[in-house]
Structures are given as C-alpha cells and as structure tokens.
C-alpha cells in the first residue's frame, strides 16, 4: 500500500485565501484524523472521522477550519479566511483493524500563511 | 489518556544501544504503550506498541515493567538516521477511536 497521501506537500499563500488540504487515507482504514503540528504546541488533534462521520472536532480552532470527508478515499481540511498563525504542518492519519489499529500518518502538508 | 513523562533529549553513539525511558504511572488497565518517531520534516512514524509483556519487532524492543508504570524503548544498534524525537503514548486499544496524544517527546541524537 502507498500509506497516507497527502496533497499539497508545500503552500505558500496570502492572508484572506481559501486553503485547501486534502488526504487520502489507506485502502480498508474507517479511522481518518487530521493533526496540525506547530513549534509552540507540539501535535495536536484537529478532528477524527469514523466511516466518513466526524466523530470529535473539540480541535477544530474556529469556525475558519472546516473537514469534510465525501467518501472513504478521500478528505479535505479547509480553512478560509487564512491567517498567517495558521502557518504549521498538517498532517493526515489513518487506521483500521486491517492493520491492528495502528495510527499511520502521512508526509504532511507545509503551510504558510504571509 | 495517561499522561507519560520522557527526558527532554539523550545521546547515543553510533552502532550503540539506544534506551529511551518513559514513565505513565497512572496508566489503565486497558491501554497499550505506543511509540512513535519523527524524524526532521517527515510524518510520525510507528514504532512499537505493547500491553504488558515486552514486545519486540524489526525496529525495536519494548521493555514493559511488571507493575507498567514505566517502559523502555531500545534500539539495539543505533545509526545517524535514528536521530529524531521519540514518542511514548499511552492509548486505549481494541477499537480504532483510541487517538494519540502526543508529548513533548525525546529528542534522541545518534553521533559517529
């Protein structure tokens, strides 16, 4: 399996855009979460979703942050208006009982917000 | 989850062993010892995880104390490209919604 996908890897954009990043978790896996990592709060949990459902978004920062997942391929992280303390990695993970319910992540998407 | 408590940094030589302790004295009964890794710019990557007997895999060791207030990761041969921070969680297992919490972790630096 290619593991957790995420795109973009990098984003550089200006405050006020819309940003948009997006996941796609493992084949099989039910789990999907999104964490943001920043050098003053270490990892944090944004929000899980189980089979598609969002499950827990006590993470979620504001009403800027949005995630969606359509289907059980793919999810989206947006956040619009963008502001430059917005600027982290985000990284999307995946688990599932195919794998023993390990949480693997993927490669993160580097964002930064002038 | 059960709050763990890691050193801030260690050193280790190349080709040495390489034991990162961890402490969760108020761990349940129910949840399983995990480590993961970062390594610099890249996305955590999974270790090893255990109950209450030691576990051991292609990466690592895992030393679980009898009473599993503490562990111990080891890694029997270090190389430069273990250098990364180390993540020792505490998580429920059993069903996928046991999320991580992640620590400051240990900053461990493999040098020749």
């Known amino acids: 399996d290619a593991g957790v996908i995420q795109s973009p890897r990098h984003e550089v954009t200006e405050m006020g855009q819309e940003v948009t990043l997006r996941c796609k978790p493992i084949?099989?896996?039910?789990?999907l979460f999104w964490y943001r990592q920043t050098m003053m709060r270490g990892l944090e949990l944004l929000i899980y979703?189980?089979?598609?459902?969002?499950?827990?978004d006590s993470g979620m920062p504001e009403d800027r942050f949005s995630a969606k997942m359509p289907n059980a391929s793919f999810s989206t992280l947006k956040i619009q208006p963008s502001e430059p303390r917005d600027s982290a990695v985000y990284f999307c993970?995946?688990?599932?009982?195919?794998?023993?319910?390990?949480?693997?992540f993927g490669e993160g998407s580097w964002l930064t917000v002038v | 989850d059960a709050k763990t408590t890691q050193p801030t940094s260690m050193d280790c030589a190349e080709g040495r062993a390489a034991n990162l302790p961890c402490n969760h004295s108020?761990?349940?009964?129910?949840?399983?010892v995990y480590w993961y890794r970062q390594i610099h710019s890249q996305g955590p990557q999974y270790i090893i995880h255990?109950?209450?007997n030691n576990e051991t895999n292609e990466m690592a060791s895992l030393i679980i104390t009898e009473d599993r207030k503490s562990s111990t990761l080891i890694l029997p041969h270090a190389t430069l490209r273990d250098t990364a921070v180390y993540y020792c969680?505490?998580?429920?297992?059993?069903?996928?919604?046991?999320?991580?919490?992640f620590g400051q972790g240990t900053i461990l630096t493999v040098h020749p």
């Open positions: 993970a995946s688990s599932g009982i195919l794998t023993g319910n390990t949480i693997y």
């Open positions: 084949s099989g896996h039910d789990y």
């Open positions: 979703f189980n089979n598609n459902v969002p499950i827990d």
């Open positions: 108020t761990i349940s009964g129910n949840e399983y």
């Open positions: 255990g109950l209450k």
């Open positions: 969680i505490v998580r429920v297992d059993g069903t996928s919604y046991g999320k991580l919490t």
